[in-house]
């Protein structure tokens, strides 16, 4: 048995903001010390390091939940199926429904039953359920489902992910400039026969969880005027960027090798887009794994410039433009062998290796 995509759907907001609305805010370091730098130039350098010039927040009327079934109904009418078919429902996020202008995370019901009810499903056997494995949470949630389709248990599955992070950001911290909102989706289905052989032919997963658990955290705001009540999501930039380096490319490795796949015949692949200089060095040091200097050009399509890093729905958002034809110098054919990867919060990695 066979897991394949049958369909695909995102949601992009439209609201947005441009590095030139942030040159003239008033930042702090974690001593709670103002940045004197110019803002202009702040947010030039900013942009040279992450690769990011714009991002996405999602209208105050609108939350992830929202998102995420206005993704779902994409996904599936894109894969032409019967919503009540479905028989699970998993929802990737970290902090629920945030409501603007709140702090507080609104998860019950789980975001998956709401997104069941906005999309009509009556169905009971369609179990709606949600996952929170940081970033990686949507791939997380791929892995998931194939295990369930290959045990036989489900056929159908609906994976979103989703995520509001304008709304749990410090504004008075630089890396509020990085977060985004997005959702993206995919339609699962199990299939006995595939053209190639297609679909998930196989997939690794890592938690690191001793000191790597305090590098994507919760935490008070830098600013000396803020609400000492209230948190915000935090990050140890330079401890993430030297664990991803170190760790991400090898389990990519370790996926391909599980799969018997050769490097050489790897299509694209969609890394979560978290700092554009980043994946550009673990797809570098993926590619040095196997004794190349340097990894083949248009190997690694890219999202992150116009619509910043939207957690769990960077990689379904930009599979989701490859496979439509929507990011110019990208497309995906039958027959066609990718790798998907992700890092964040927990620590937690994974890699899926697959066939279109």
């Known amino acids: 048995m066979q897991t394949i995509i049958t369909g695909t759907g995102s949601y992009i907001p439209g609201e947005v903001r441009s590095n030139q609305d942030f040159a003239f805010v008033e930042f702090y370091n974690e001593r709670r010390q103002r940045i004197l730098l110019d803002g202009v130039e702040l947010v030039g350098k900013f942009e040279q390091i992450t690769g990011i010039a714009q991002r996405r927040y999602a209208h105050e009327d609108m939350n992830a939940s929202d998102m995420a079934a206005l993704a779902a109904a994409a996904a599936i009418q894109d894969a032409g199926a019967d919503p009540e078919t479905i028989d699970q429902l998993i929802v990737a996020?970290?902090?629920?429904?945030?409501?603007?202008?709140?702090?507080?995370?609104?998860?019950?019901?789980?975001?998956?039953?709401?997104?069941?009810?906005?999309?009509?499903?009556?169905?009971?056997?369609?179990?709606?359920?949600?996952?929170?494995?940081?970033?990686?949470?949507?791939?997380?949630?791929?892995?998931?489902?194939?295990?369930?389709?290959?045990?036989?248990?489900?056929?159908?599955?609906?994976?979103?992910?989703?995520?509001?992070?304008s709304r749990v950001i410090d504004p008075s911290d630089r890396d509020s400039m990085i977060y985004s909102d997005g959702a993206g989706a995919v339609v699962l289905q199990a299939a006995r026969e595939t053209p190639a052989g297609s679909g998930i032919l196989g997939s690794v997963s890592q938690t690191h969880a001793l000191n790597e658990c305090e590098y994507i955290t919760l935490g008070h705001s830098y600013s000396p005027e803020a609400d000492p009540q209230r948190r915000y999501l935090k990050m140890q930039g330079r401890k993430v960027y030297e664990f991803a380096l170190k760790t991400v490319p090898a389990a990519m490795k370790a996926c391909l090798e599980a799969c018997t796949i050769n490097i050489d015949q790897i299509k694209k692949i969609f890394l979560h887009q978290a700092n554009e200089k980043m994946d550009a060095a673990i797809v570098k040091a993926f590619y040095r794994l196997y004794g190349y200097e340097e990894a083949p050009c248009h190997i690694m399509p890219m999202n992150i410039r116009e619509l910043g890093n939207s957690s769990v729905a960077t990689i379904p958002t930009l599979f989701d433009m490859v496979r439509k034809a929507a990011l110019p110098g990208h497309r995906l054919d039958g027959g066609d062998t990718i790798l998907f990867a992700s890092v964040g919060a927990g620590m937690n990695i994974n890699a899926i290796c697959y066939r279109m």
């Open 93 to 165: 996020h970290n902090f629920g429904d945030v409501a603007k202008h709140t702090c507080q995370s609104d998860a019950v019901p789980s975001l998956a039953t709401r997104v069941k009810r906005a999309l009509s499903i009556r169905n009971p056997g369609c179990v709606a359920f949600d996952l929170i494995f940081g970033c990686p949470g949507w791939l997380q949630g791929l892995i998931q489902a194939d295990a369930f389709i290959k045990a036989g248990i489900i056929r159908k599955c609906l994976v979103i992910g989703t995520e509001t992070l």
